[in-house]
């Protein structure tokens, strides 16, 4: 398998959904949502297999200081072959220049982004509002 990247944010419906589910992410449930909303982040990279959409990174920034990641994910089936860690690479590059890389990691996926060289903050938590779409 070659894996191909590319720097678009231009997606199907169908292949948002089909990658989003396929992590089992309740935004997957949304495609016509996720199509918009892939327009409007500032840095979006994808992984392909042939005309699969396997992986995405999705960041938001400032413009000068501080960029946040808001997705990252790669199909299961593709999970282990150093493609999440290619398009974490990728976002790293982009925003070389800026002070801060944030994200919010779940604590099962702490060591992928420790190995990518993030750092846990110790004196901070993450917060949400998440409220349901209809």
Not at 6 to 30: A, I, P
Not at 68 to 80: K, S
Request: glycine share 6%; with cysteine.
């Amino acid at each position: 398998m070659s894996v191909e990247y590319k720097d678009t944010h231009d997606f199907s419906r169908e292949e948002l959904e089909r990658l989003f589910l396929s992590v089992e992410w309740s935004s997957g449930h949304y495609p016509d949502k996720l199509v918009i909303a892939m327009k409007n982040y500032d840095t979006v990279y994808s992984a392909w297999d042939g005309e699969k959409l396997i992986g995405m990174i999705c960041a938001m920034d400032d413009g000068i200081m501080t960029a946040y990641i808001h997705y990252l994910l790669v199909d299961p089936e593709h999970q282990g072959q150093n493609i999440g860690r290619t398009l974490v690479e990728m976002a790293r590059e982009h925003y070389r220049n800026y002070l801060r890389i944030a994200l919010i990691a779940y604590d099962k996926e702490l060591s992928f982004y420790e190995k990518c060289g993030f750092e846990k903050s110790m004196d901070s938590s993450p917060m949400f509002i998440t409220s349901l779409w209809t």
